[in-house]
């Protein structure tokens, strides 16, 4: 069989790795320069490589742990303990031990207590379907409680969520606890964060050689414009439209988000259409701040704070060693948006200045000069929304024309969106693919 996978992110490279595995012959079409998409490696103006986004591998990432070392890349991935913080009402407060979380200003003794029954009894929960149809306000004010959902949770979903999460079900923040949890260990429940050295792209890399080997190929700089589709009563997917002409084969497998899909497939039923139009994404305007010396120390600073534009301050290098990035200090400050978000209009200039001034107020000590580089990137779909019991809306990896397959961030569901649920999706996909082809191969031979 031929297959075109559409997109050379860690999605479609996952997928085309899984299936060169099992004899499949692979052609990726990536229209960038550089492998990777949103898990892809940027290069600061002194050359250096780093993630263009904020990622981190967890110590209980079991899939991606596998494929390391299916790989040969496990003797890079590096992990080091990593502290967390919150900024509120001005101040910056820890919250890693049980010392800290007892001495947290902001909540009282009953709050403290019932935010801890919030955590255990998220551990507790082992079908998540019960959340579906509850909202996220509705259970953490259950469990949590009034204040501690004003102080606390609500500034963050509106942070978040870019102030509207009305609709959002308790599954995202179950999801979220129970990932955290995962990587405290032992009885001190020291939190514990890694990276491979060189970035994701170290293990896309990897799993590119191991395609190459198996007889599939990859090309770079080469736009797919259009998945071509023949037939109306029973609508077939027979290649894909590039610049120079039409690649046909046996079939094509898509690992955009939702809505550039949509645009590939034109010819596709208008009803497929209308139900992938149900699918919104959360944008993102992240830039990365480069340092020379540390800035807060902290992994992850949340900010409960209405006035700061950012939804937090991420520092990898509090578990990257600056000796891998050229000896800078990595912090990225993300603002994720809704589609009609004014941060989207403003200029990288503009956003760089009302950055830097909250930057100021949180951090009254921060030196500018110790800014090498600031860099903003922007993405318009980077995270699927889902609502009170919507899964019914969920796109499936098959689709309505035979032979085209759809393989997506919006399926990971309701896993967080990370380097561990993307390859472990890709690998599950590449198996329901795989099954479907030879099927649809056997009922065109019987």
Request: proline share 6%; with cysteine; net charge neutral.
């Amino acid at each position: 069989m031929k297959i075109a996978i559409v997109g050379g992110g860690i999605m479609g490279i996952t997928l085309a790795y899984y299936l060169s595995k099992e004899g499949v012959a692979v052609d990726v079409f990536e229209a960038s320069s550089t492998l990777g998409g949103l898990a892809g490696p940027l290069t600061l103006p002194d050359g250096v490589k780093v993630d263009r986004f904020y990622h981190a591998i967890l110590s209980s990432d079991a899939h991606l742990h596998a494929l390391c070392t299916e790989l040969g890349v496990a003797d890079q991935l590096r992990f080091r303990e990593t502290r967390t913080g919150f900024y509120h009402n001005g101040a910056l407060y820890s919250m890693n031990n049980i010392i800290e979380f007892l001495r947290f200003p902001p909540l009282g003794w009953i709050d403290r207590f019932r935010l801890g029954l919030t955590v255990l009894a998220a551990q507790r929960i082992q079908d998540w379907r019960e959340l579906e149809g509850v909202s996220v306000e509705e259970w953490l004010i259950r469990l949590s409680g009034k204040n501690t959902y004003q102080n606390i949770w609500r500034p963050m979903l509106a942070a978040k969520f870019d102030g509207d999460f009305r609709n959002v079900p308790a599954t995202w923040i179950w999801s979220r606890l129970v990932r955290v949890k995962s990587t405290r260990q032992g009885a001190s429940q020291k939190e514990m964060a890694g990276h491979l050295i060189g970035g994701y792209i170290t293990l896309i890399q990897a799993m590119a050689r191991r395609i190459e080997a198996n007889g599939g190929r990859i090309h770079l700089s080469t736009p797919v414009q259009e998945v071509c589709i023949e037939g109306d009563a029973a609508p077939r997917a027979t290649g894909v439209r590039l610049t120079d002409g039409v690649h046909r084969c046996d079939g094509v497998v898509v690992t955009s988000q939702v809505p550039i899909f949509r645009r590939l497939i034109p010819s596709a039923p208008q009803e497929y259409h209308d139900f992938l139009a149900q699918t919104e994404y959360l944008g993102i305007v992240c830039p990365l701040l480069v340092l020379d010396r540390p800035l807060t120390g902290y992994w992850t600073l949340n900010i409960t704070d209405p006035r700061i534009p950012f939804t937090g301050v991420i520092e990898t290098t509090s578990y990257i060693d600056p000796a891998y990035v050229g000896g800078h200090h990595l912090v990225y400050l993300p603002k994720y948006t809704a589609p009609n978000s004014p941060l989207i209009r403003l200029s990288d200039e503009e956003i760089k200045a009302m950055w830097m001034e909250h930057l100021r107020v949180m951090f009254p000590q921060f030196d500018p000069a110790s800014v090498r580089y600031f860099l903003v990137h922007r993405e318009r779909y980077v995270e699927p929304l889902h609502g009170l019991n919507s899964v019914h809306l969920i796109p499936q990896v098959e689709t309505p024309v035979e032979r085209l397959f759809l393989v997506t961030t919006a399926q990971i569901y309701p896993a967080l969106t990370n380097g561990e649920s993307v390859s472990r999706h890709g690998h599950a996909a590449a198996e329901v693919v795989q099954h479907r082809l030879l099927q649809q191969s056997a009922q065109a031979f019987a």
